[in-house]
Every structure is written in C-alpha cells, then in structure tokens.
C-alpha cells in the first residue's frame, strides 16, 4: 500500500488517534512556546490533513494560513474547520493536490511540514522545493517522530510503505547532503492509561497499532500483536508514554544556503 492511498483509506483512524494523542494541543502549544513563529504572517504547510494545528493558529494568533492537501476527505474537513473557527479571511489559499504537483506563487515566512514528510522520503529535489517556499528570513520546520517513539517502532512493520522516516534519519541525510539544521524534539506526552491495560492493549492502542501497521486488529497475528504491545510499551515513563518528535528546523536567516 502506497502512503497516500494509506491515508485515503484510513481517514477515521487517523483522526481517533491524533485526538487521541492530544496533537492539536500539544503541537500548538510548541510551534508557539518554541518560537518557531515569532515574527512570522503566513505560514504554507504541506501534508496539513484536516488542518486542526494551522486553524488554531490563525484563530488565536491571527497568522495567515496556506495549505497543501491531496486527500480530499481531509481537505474538505479542513475546509470545514475554517469556516466552523470562522478565519475565512486568513487562509490565503489551500490546494488540494501534492506537494510535487503545486506550483508555489509566493513565498512563506514559516513551511511546515507535520507527519508529511514520510511522504517524501530522502528526495533532495524536494526538499529543495520546500526550502525555496521560505521567503528570505523564513524557516522550514519539518516534524517527524523520533526512532524510539513507540510509533516508529510500529511503523517499522507496517504492511504500508513510506511510514517509517524517522527525524534522525532525514536529520543525518539532510546534514550530509549540506542542508544544515537545528534540531529539537516536541514532547507528545499522553497518560499511559490511554493505550495500556495491565499487559494489554486498550482500545485506543489497538487503534494506534492496527492503523501504523496498516493491518486491522483482528488480522493480526499474535506475533504482530505482542510486538505492538512491546513498542508502545517501551515509550512508557512512569504513568505517561512520549510520543517524542524530532523537529528539523532550516532557518534561512541562521543557517548559509547550500543550494
Ligand atoms: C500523518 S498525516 C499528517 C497530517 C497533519 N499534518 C497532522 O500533523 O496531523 C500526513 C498527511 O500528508 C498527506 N500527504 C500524503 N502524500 C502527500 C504528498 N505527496 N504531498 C502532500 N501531502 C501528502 C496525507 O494526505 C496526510 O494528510
């Protein structure tokens, strides 16, 4: 199964596990508090799903949003949102296609870049592409988990192909290729209660790892079952599991041009 069409047929899934995870809260309260933003109008973010994080954004900081989108069950609820937070008139455009087709017609001070960017792997070409959507000062922030959060151990056996970019690995091949970066990581906490029951799965962690495996619970085999419990369980601290993110950060007013 190819990554976009992944997406396509799991729509629901994903949105259980993202409300799941408390993303809108959590990713909002980084993108602000680690002032990735600061001095920044519009930001374009591709891959934006429905959207949540960049509406939050222009609702409460009256930033302007743009947003690349191909699948049209996401890009319609994104839709939905701005109307519902009523922020119209900061969304400067939304196109519903992939990243390799748009045409970019302007430049952005901040691109974003939130779980998408498993859908273009090691691509120089498009990163690149990514990079000229900055304006002059702006930044790139590309998000994507970390090795050993629980989900990159899933999607290591995932039936789906393209899910398992880790930040390290695009970090270390972005630094080899001359793209030079900062790097942080964003704290994706939830309450380990959330996804384990003793020594079981609950329902949210069997969603969590039949939707990164790309096979439905009850197809899994037991093998594939106890090697969903052992990743979520190894990202467990205490009472709370990390959901840890690494964030590339491609400054353009810090970090020389390698282009
Ligand atoms: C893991 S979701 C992340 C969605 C959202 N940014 C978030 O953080 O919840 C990945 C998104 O990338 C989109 N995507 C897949 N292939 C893409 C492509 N070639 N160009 C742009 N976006 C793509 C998917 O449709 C999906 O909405």
Redesign the pocket.
């Known amino acids: 199964m190819e990554?976009?069409e992944y997406?396509?047929r799991f729509p629901d899934a994903?949105a259980r596990i993202?409300a799941g995870l408390d993303?809108v809260n959590t990713?909002y309260a980084y993108l602000i508090d680690s002032g990735v933003l600061d001095g920044a109008d519009s930001i374009l973010?591709?891959?934006?799903?429905s959207?949540e994080?960049e509406v939050r954004i222009a609702e409460r900081t009256g930033r302007q949003i743009a947003v690349?989108?191909?699948?049209q069950s996401?890009f319609d609820q994104f839709l939905e949102n701005v109307k519902a937070a009523g922020v119209q008139e900061l969304l400067l455009e939304a196109h519903r296609t992939?990243?390799?087709d748009f045409q970019p017609r302007r430049q952005y001070d901040v691109v974003l870049s939130?779980?998408?960017w498993?859908?273009?792997e090691l691509d120089r070409e498009l990163l690149l592409k990514a990079l000229a959507c900055r304006d002059a000062e702006g930044k790139l922030l590309i998000c994507l988990p970390t090795a050993d959060c629980p989900a990159s151990k899933i999607s290591a056996i995932s039936r789906s192909s393209g899910i398992n970019l880790t930040s390290e690995q695009l970090s270390a091949w972005a630094r080899n290729e001359g793209f030079d970066h900062d790097y942080d990581v964003y704290h994706g906490v939830v309450p380990a209660e959330l996804y384990l029951y003793g020594d079981e799965l609950t329902e949210q962690g069997r969603d969590l790892a039949s939707f990164l495996a790309a096979t439905p619970w009850e197809e899994m085999s037991d093998e594939l079952r106890q090697m969903s419990l052992a990743a979520i369980q190894s990202g467990k601290s205490g009472d709370q599991i990390d959901h840890a993110s690494g964030c590339l950060i491609f400054d353009a007013g810090k970090h020389a041009a390698s282009e």
């Open positions: 990554y976009s997406f396509q994903y993202v993303r990713l973010s591709i891959g934006a799903g959207g994080v690349i989108e191909p699948s996401y992939s990243f390799e939130l779980f998408s498993f859908a273009f």
